[in-house]
T-cell receptor
């Protein structure tokens, strides 16, 4: 978890409200990722960023948006939270890029989100 | 859809025994990685093996990769109670450092 923080760590919100989760890194890594973890599904990629203002969709991006205005911060927004978005959300960072084959990821501690 | 599929889903062994976990995948990869997750925590990177490598060691961990069978195994030797965790394989297939994770294996090591 060193060098990566997530806030908040726990949140309960109501259906239909917008929610923003923050990931902050002090490692100056280029790549940042948002995953959700659900029982029976493992980790699934929501969105990722390969540089400031450069983002792309992952496997389960519907209902989520992201922004990265600074290297160190990657925000995940649930535009109108639904109960199906109740999950544990993990941020991850990675230093290397395509072609190097050495891109291990480092994970934050997670945010537990409950949508009632 | 999941690229990596781990097997078994759950494994329970006695302290001191070896634990073997398997991962199969479907498409060509650049590398395969194994991660550990302790309860309530984020994932921790254990070991990475590139597609042109067949075996790699790190402490009590041994990873093999068979690209012809599209499979990998993680061996933990002389297991300890502290090895109790979930283990995930993840495959890297191309650009932007994206990884695709399996659903994980729950390992319980009994003292």
């Amino acid at each position: 978890d060193a060098g990566i923080t997530q806030s908040p760590r726990h949140k309960v919100t109501e259906t239909g409200t917008p929610v923003t989760l923050r990931c902050h890194q002090t490692e100056n890594h280029r790549y940042m990722y948002w995953y959700r973890q659900d029982p029976g599904h493992g980790l699934r990629l929501i969105h990722y960023s390969y540089g400031v203002k450069d983002t792309d969709k992952g496997e389960v991006s519907d209902g989520y948006s992201v922004s990265r205005s600074k290297t160190e911060d990657f925000l995940l927004t649930l535009e109108s939270a639904t109960s199906s978005q109740t999950s544990v959300y993990f941020c991850a960072i990675s230093e290397s890029g395509a072609g190097t084959g050495t891109y291990e990821q480092y994970f934050g501690p997670g945010t537990r989100l409950t949508v009632t | 859809s999941q690229q990596g599929e781990e097997d078994p889903q759950a494994l329970s062994i006695q302290e001191g025994e070896n634990a073997t976990m398997n991962c199969s995948y479907k498409t060509s990869i650049n590398n395969l990685q194994w991660y550990r997750q302790n309860s309530g925590r984020g994932l921790v990177h254990l070991i990475l093996i590139r597609s042109n490598e067949r075996e790699k060691h790190s402490g009590r961990l041994r990873v093999t990769l068979d690209t012809s069978k599209k499979s990998s195994s993680l061996l933990i030797t002389a297991s300890r109670a502290a090895d109790t965790a979930s283990y995930f394989c993840a495959t890297g297939t191309g650009a932007n450092s994206k990884l695709t994770f399996g659903k994980g294996i729950t390992l319980s090591v009994r003292p």
